[in-house]
């Protein structure tokens, strides 16, 4: 007697804390839907109510932080040191951001090792974006819900809203659920949260102030490299949100609005190719090809090498691939149906060959592969010369056409398609089925519906084919 397998179980989740249970793990198959439906949204912001829809903290903090800078801009003098510095931690803070709250955190795309967590926590920090743990929520539900009414910077609303307006004014509508339980369980994210005030005036402003005072310009590292600084580094990051999703092309799929563009990259640290990064949000890099600007990839690459971080992921090519390809035969379709095709074989008239010969008395008729033309408009254009064509009036020039005369180019092939006029019965002789197809038309786009069904299957099962 076989022996008979145990029933399978299937896996469960294991008991945790409440802080650190999936946010998303009871929610109903119909969310979106469900959601938009039954959660009213707040009235539109109008001048009326405008002052009790803004977000004071955040409005300050984006129109003090520039005020400040602006100030320093006309009262102290910039010297080179603290302009390098300036730049150096715009670069520091911003792959904070990039490298840290980002690909680290958002969407765990590298294990990173505990000093590198801390120093991208601190340096994240300085960029005054808020916590590890409130950013990455908030980017989690941008990527699940993008441009439906549960994206928290739908781009649909516009440029300046995806791009300040979202935080500038209170949210309409609650962020939809994003699960961060795996953040609640790092002891780093743990740590930058508890202190995140102290962090953010400490690396903001305190530390670039120290730095630049070893060379005696205090101010001018409290001015550039700290206000100055962090305004840049904010519209860096914000243009993630907004020209990412306006400016640029979309290689790998165009079902929702992010794109990708060289300028966005050169403005927000690499960040630019974002089509490709909604399409595979889990690898680590963000431009896949070498001459890419994309310095949060080399950063995080070179922290690899020397122990730093590890497991890098990257999307299989072969899939990132079927993505370019789509786009490719998608772009070509629409130039397919754009252009203007011969008649299709089964709107023509099937004409016998004692018909053909006695139409071509009354007009200029060629058989070519079976197929009838008319070459009248073409007889004084032909660079053989009209009297080629005349030679064959009424009769198969099939030989001649396909290099018995002369080897005709596949565009002469096409031009003469598109002369057809019937088709003679009977067709063309064997072994010309090939030359009968335009060179135009021997590869074609398809949609799906056009070809037969994708679940239709000649193989036979016995429903447990696929269990095994």
């Known amino acids: 007697m076989s022996s ?25 198959d119909n969310y979106v839907e469900f959601t938009v439906k039954n959660s009213k949204a707040k009235p539109p912001v109008t001048w009326s109510n405008l002052l009790s829809e803004l977000n004071y903290l955040s409005l300050t903090i984006l129109t003090v932080t520039p005020s400040i800078a602006i100030y320093g801009l006309y009262t102290t003098r910039l ?50 974006e808020g916590s590890i743990k409130w950013w990455s929520r908030g980017h989690r539900a941008h990527h699940r819900y993008t441009d439906t009414e549960l994206d928290p910077y739908n781009a649909h609303y516009g440029f300046w809203w995806a791009h300040v307006g979202w935080m500038i004014i209170k949210p309409r509508r609650k962020p939809g659920v994003a699960d961060v339980s795996d953040l609640s369980r790092s002891e780093v994210v743990k740590w930058q949260h508890r202190w995140y005030i102290y962090l953010i005036v400490g690396m903001g402003f305190l530390f670039p102030t120290l730095v630049a005072s070893l060379w005696g310009d205090a101010r001018g590292g409290f001015f550039f490299a700290g206000a100055a600084r962090l305004c840049f580094v904010h519209h860096s990051t914000f243009c993630v949100n907004s020209l990412a999703h306006w400016l640029g092309e979309t290689p790998f799929d165009d079902k929702h609005t992010p794109r990708d563009h060289f300028i966005t990259a050169l403005v927000t640290i690499g960040e630019g190719y974002h089509n490709f990064h909604h399409q595979f949000p889990m690898d680590y ?68 060959w004692q018909a053909f010969q006695e139409q071509a008395t009354k007009r200029p008729l060629v058989l070519i592969a079976g197929y009838i033309h008319d070459v009248a408009a073409f007889l004084d254009e032909h660079p053989g010369g009209r009297h080629l064509l005349i030679k064959y009036i009424g009769k198969d020039a099939t030989m001649a056409f396909f290099g018995g005369v002369y080897d005709h180019s596949n565009a002469a092939h096409n031009l003469l398609s598109m002369m057809r006029v019937g088709i003679l019965h009977g067709g063309a002789p064997h072994g010309l089925e090939e030359k009968a197809i335009p060179p135009s038309q021997r590869l074609r786009v398809a949609r799906h519906s056009e070809l037969s069904s994708p679940y239709s299957s000649t193989a036979n099962s016995d429903g447990e084919g696929m269990l095994g």
Request: proline letters at 8%; aromatic letters at 12%; one cysteine or more.
């Open 285 to 352: 890099r963000n431009a896949i090809k070498w001459f890419q600007y994309d310095p949060t990839k080399w950063f995080i690459w070179a922290c690899s090498t020397v122990g730093l971080a590890s497991h890098l992921k990257s999307f299989p090519d072969n899939e990132v691939k079927k993505g370019q390809l789509t786009m490719q035969l998608k772009r070509l379709r629409e130039t397919q149906d754009s252009i203007e095709w011969p008649s299709d074989p089964v709107d023509l008239p099937v004409i016998s």
């Open 79 to 128: 010297r080179w040191e603290t302009a390098v510095w300036s730049v150096l931690y715009y670069f520091i803070t911003g792959l904070g951001i990039t490298a840290g709250y980002h690909r680290l955190w958002a969407h765990r795309s590298y294990n990173a090792s505990k000093p590198l967590q801390y120093f991208l926590a601190m340096a994240g920090a300085g960029a005054v």
């Open 4 to 28: 008979v397998a145990p029933p399978a179980t299937h896996p469960t989740v294991p008991k945790v804390s409440k802080d650190e249970e999936p946010a998303d793990l009871h929610i109903p």
